[in-house]
């Protein structure tokens, strides 16, 4: 047997290769097409060795500790059923990847183009190889994703733009609702895990939260693979070049619904709500979409809507709960994809060699394409169901079905008499591809000159059609073994008896197929010429579903425009304001529900000096608060007054981890919110009531004092009823009991930083990180307020000492200032480093760790900005901080990562000691690392904002100002947004 862990090769390959992908030159589409093939490829061949052991009924499984403490793992799953849709999925994307290598323009980004197929395909691989619920919804929406990124590939043109919005839309939605139903499926069942699922069996058809549950799944299977009334969003999808519909529309994405319901149809279906309603969405889409293919003038058009038609058939197939039913679903699906993923690489030769894909100006291409023609006539006489060739297999076995009695409903009467006008359609639509598309006089006025596409660009569409061909004749011999695993996979023990013999006598299955030919073509005979004059589909015109989706859009966009204006505002108080009472309401709903009481416990004596250390915090406070209305800097200086009190708390009740980062903190928020002053309007400071101000403003103010006190208040009553109560058993003594044991080291607060709390840790570098770019990104764009006229004799002067900094020649006098601070702050910088390095590396045992250690490198190059400026620090130091904040996230995702190769969970650390010479053993934990990833995220962020906002906020000469903004672009390595 192979070994399991080759199922996350399988997975990797094609992400791997769609990175790669990414990073190729734009002309290089040999190369990304020999890529992405050979990614395909080997992974096919690693897929291709587990089928004996899965032919023997086994379930290969690898799990991949995640959160173990939430019974959540990564977990691959490869059964019967999804190695033969996995086998889809890379099979047919080999054949996509030749086939795009010739489509596809030189002058398009290929390598692109084939970094995006890869990861949708990795997708497919993800979801379907999945063993959880959950995972297999994370993957479900980023093919979501990546089919919209393939859709609109070629976003110059506005329908492939609207169609790839509309694609993400509707199945992003119908995602969301998927996503709620995996999450009560996994309650009532117990488990997400897909085998402890489908072990539930009956019990989850009789559970109370059966039916909302089954609601929201079919929701989400229904918008993905198509179904009646979220279908139009396929054919608008056919703005997206040919490969992804040949890929996407065929075999994978479409299909990707029809494999939710046939995963969980052991234990989804069976009742009355499932009979009833994915039976008859199943029959209206079967209905529709014929129906709708016949008018169509672009051959796309009509392959598309061919497609609706036929995965309607396939979920009306899994709507009637028989296991001869699934059976036949399952061999559809298969049958499926290789003839219509055929049809639409001949519709896209066609499309290529002639410029055109209007029904209406193509006839006798036969003479001109003789091999497309073949091929494409074989393949749609498949999906017409002709005898001899896989279509005509599984259209009988659905015949076969719907003459059975199935629920004693009036379906069960007319489903017989509807299968056949459904299968009739689809001989009238099939005719008519090849008919006016191959035959008839020969063409005027194409685009091109048609003629005969490559061969090895013919190549996918041969393999497809012969395998047609293989398995309409010999059917046992092919698809057969390869069919019976993935059913029993699927069913189990409920697996039926059913035969695949191409003949089975003179049946009813056999007279409705006959009369669906005779129908089709009496059709065609009698109102074939007037189709090329119709607008539209008769009966179900207007149906319109684009319109509907653009109202429904544009009601959404006014209600939301509505309640903007009605709840938005321009002025940041007043959404703090929101936000705070927000706030109030949710903490105030369980405080109403269940009351508040404080602890047994009785409090203890404030020590004068604290009381008094105290006080100075809250005086400081109330002091910022009434200065920013006068004067900013003193704002600031009393606020850092209020943050120092805190720090000597920390310390002061034994915390002084807590108390040094709060030191640190202080001090670089310090400098950067005063290089932040500037970009702030320049007001008049009101120091006596103004009469002539509306009662308004000081209602609004007594509002704002109200919310502070009322918050205030409220934390302190919060924290109060904490302290007051016994906690023997608490999470703080499982933290002090578990650091050394669990974490490898004695420092509590780093151990539950980049151990215990990893991934809060790691969620905060990530969030820091997008607010430095943000924060870069939106004031590269605007400029600082302009200097007032009447500028106090101290900003002169200021203004004067920070020319002279830059290099003005302002005289000697300024600069003989200058010169000892900044002295002093070039010395100081290799030992504030040292220090750095020193907190970083004793952070598990000791006060520091990666933030601390981030922190004070950033002090030190702030130091050395102050002394020389940002120009001399990108020359000195060479800081690029989007280089250090990629290589920090990246270090503490690996870190993280790591510990899986090793068989625990993400984010697992490991301690040991180091026996060095000389000193003896030495601590050592592989969370240094993380904390380095940490310490690298720091000092970026704390230096790209360093830099958005010291390039404007220093007054500069004009002449050096563009080199300064030159600097920042330098610096910044990159150009966010």
Not at 571 to 590: E, H, M, Y
């Amino acid at each position: 047997m192979l070994e399991a862990q080759y199922l996350l090769v399988i997975l990797a390959l094609p992400f791997l290769g769609s990175l790669v992908s990414a990073f190729l030159p734009t002309g290089a589409r040999t190369l990304a097409a020999a890529l992405a093939g050979g990614a395909t490829l080997v992974a096919t061949g690693l897929l291709i060795r587990f089928y004996p052991s899965l032919a023997g009924g086994e379930i290969v499984r690898h799990a991949t500790p995640w959160l173990p403490s939430l019974g959540l793992d990564f977990t691959l799953r490869l059964g019967g059923f999804t190695w033969l849709f996995s086998l889809l999925i890379l099979g047919i994307g080999a054949l996509v990847v030749l086939y795009a290598r010739y489509y596809m323009s030189p002058e398009d980004p290929v390598p692109r183009f084939f970094s995006f197929l890869l990861a949708f395909m990795g997708s497919m691989l993800g979801m379907v190889l999945s063993g959880n619920l959950l995972q297999i919804a994370f993957f479900w929406e980023l093919t979501s994703l990546f089919s919209f990124l393939l859709i609109g590939y070629w976003h110059h043109n506005q329908s492939a733009r609207d169609g790839a919005r509309m694609a993400l839309i509707v199945t992003g939605t119908g995602g969301v609702c998927l996503l709620v139903g995996f999450m009560l499926l996994g309650k009532i069942a117990g488990s997400y895990d897909v085998d402890a699922v489908l072990a539930a069996g009956s019990m989850v058809g009789r559970h109370e939260l059966y039916l909302p549950m089954l609601i929201l799944i079919l929701i989400g299977a229904f918008t993905k693979s198509a179904q009646f009334p979220f279908h139009f969003w396929l054919p608008h999808a056919m703005a997206a070049p040919t490969p992804v519909s040949a890929y996407l529309h065929s075999a994978t994405m479409v299909k990707a619904g029809v494999f939710v319901l046939i995963l969980l149809w052991p234990v989804l279906a069976g009742t009355k709500s499932w009979f009833l309603i994915v039976t008859t969405t199943g029959l209206a889409t079967l209905l529709v979409g014929a129906w709708a293919a016949i008018f169509q003038h672009d051959l796309k058009g009509l392959l598309a809507y061919s497609t609706i038609s036929h995965l309607g058939l396939i979920v009306l197939l899994l709507g009637l709960g028989s296991p001869l039913a699934a059976v036949a679903a399952i061999f559809h699906t298969v049958n499926h994809a290789t003839f219509k993923a055929s049809l639409f690489m001949a519709a896209g030769i066609i499309d290529h060699e002639t410029g055109t894909r209007d029904l209406r100006k193509l006839s006798g291409l036969i003479r001109y394409m003789p091999f497309t023609a073949t091929l494409a006539m074989v393949a749609a006489a498949a999906m017409a169901g002709v005898p001899l060739l896989n279509g005509f297999l599984s259209k009988e076995m659905f015949f076969a079905e719907a003459l059975e009695a199935h629920s004693g409903t009036i379906l069960d009467r007319v489903l017989p008499v509807l299968a056949t006008v459904a299968s009739t359609f689809s001989v009238l639509y099939s005719l008519r591809f090849i008919h006016q598309t191959f035959f008839g006089p020969p063409p005027v006025g194409l685009p091109r000159e048609p003629h005969e596409a490559p061969h090895w660009m013919r190549v996918p569409i041969e393999i497809l059609v012969v395998l047609c061909l293989l398995v309409g004749v010999i059917p046992t011999l092919t698809i057969g073994p390869l069919l019976a695993t993935a059913v029993a996979s699927v069913l189990g023990e409920r697996t039926p008896a059913y035969s695949l013999a191409i003949w089975h006598g003179f049946n009813l299955p056999l007279l409705m197929s006959a009369a669906a030919f005779v129908g089709g073509i009496l059709l065609y005979a009698l109102f074939g010429a007037r189709l090329n004059a119709t607008t539209g589909s008769p009966l179900i015109g207007r149906l319109k579903g684009r319109r509907a989706f653009e109202t429904v859009l544009a009601a959404i966009i006014e209600g939301a425009r509505a309640l903007r204006l009605l709840f938005g505002t321009r002025r940041q108080q007043v959404q703090l304001r929101l936000l705070v009472l927000t706030t109030f309401i949710a903490a105030g709903l369980p405080l109403a529900r269940l009351g508040y009481a404080a602890g047994p416990s009785a409090g203890t004596l404030v020590d004068p000096i604290f009381a008094v250390l105290w006080f100075i915090g809250g005086a400081s406070a109330i002091a910022a608060a009434w200065q920013a209305k006068f004067h900013r800097l003193a704002a600031l200086i009393m606020v850092s007054v209020a943050g120092l009190s805190t720090c000597i708390s920390f310390i002061w009740l034994s915390a002084p981890d807590l108390g040094l980062t709060q030191l640190l903190v202080e001090t670089v928020t310090l400098v950067l919110l005063l290089l932040g002053l500037r970009w702030l309007p320049q007001r008049r400071p009101d120091f006596w009531p103004d009469v002539r101000k509306p009662l308004s403003v000081y209602f609004r103010r007594g509002a704002d004092l109200l919310i502070a006190l009322v918050g205030g208040a409220g934390i302190a009553a919060f924290a109060y009823a904490i302290m007051t109560r016994p906690s023997p058993e608490g999470i703080s003594r499982y933290f002090m009991e578990q650091a050394y044991p669990g974490g490898g080291g004695t420092n509590v607060v780093n151990v539950i930083l980049v151990d215990f709390r990893g991934f809060d840790t790691l969620g905060e570098i990530t969030v820091l990180s997008i607010v430095a770019l943000t924060v870069f990104t939106l004031l590269r764009r605007f400029r600082p307020a302009a200097e007032s006229v009447e500028m106090p004799v101290q900003q002169r002067t200021q203004n004067a000492f920070d020319d002279a900094r830059e290099g003005s020649k302002l005289g000697d006098t300024a600069k003989h200032y200058l010169l000892v601070p900044r002295v002093t702050m070039e010395w100081l910088f290799p030992v504030i480093l040292t220090l750095a390095l020193y907190l970083l590396v004793r952070g598990h045992d000791l006060p520091g760790g990666g933030f601390a250690g981030g922190l004070t490198a950033s002090i030190g190059i702030i130091l050395l900005y102050m002394a020389n400026g940002t120009r001399a620090v990108e020359a000195r130091l060479n800081v690029q901080p989007v280089r250090w904040i990629s290589a920090g996230l990246l270090c503490a995702t690996a870190t993280g990562g790591a510990a899986w190769f090793f068989g625990y969970p993400f984010l697992s650390t490991h301690s040991s000691y180091l026996d060095l010479p000389l000193i003896g053993s030495v601590p050592i934990a592989s969370a240094l690392l993380f904390d380095i990833g940490v310490f690298a995220v720091v000092v970026g962020t704390t230096v790209l904002i360093l830099i958005a906002l010291a390039h404007q906020s220093i007054r500069t000469p004009r002449a050096s100002r563009s080199a300064d903004v030159a600097t920042l672009e330098a610096t910044a390595n990159e150009r966010p947004g």
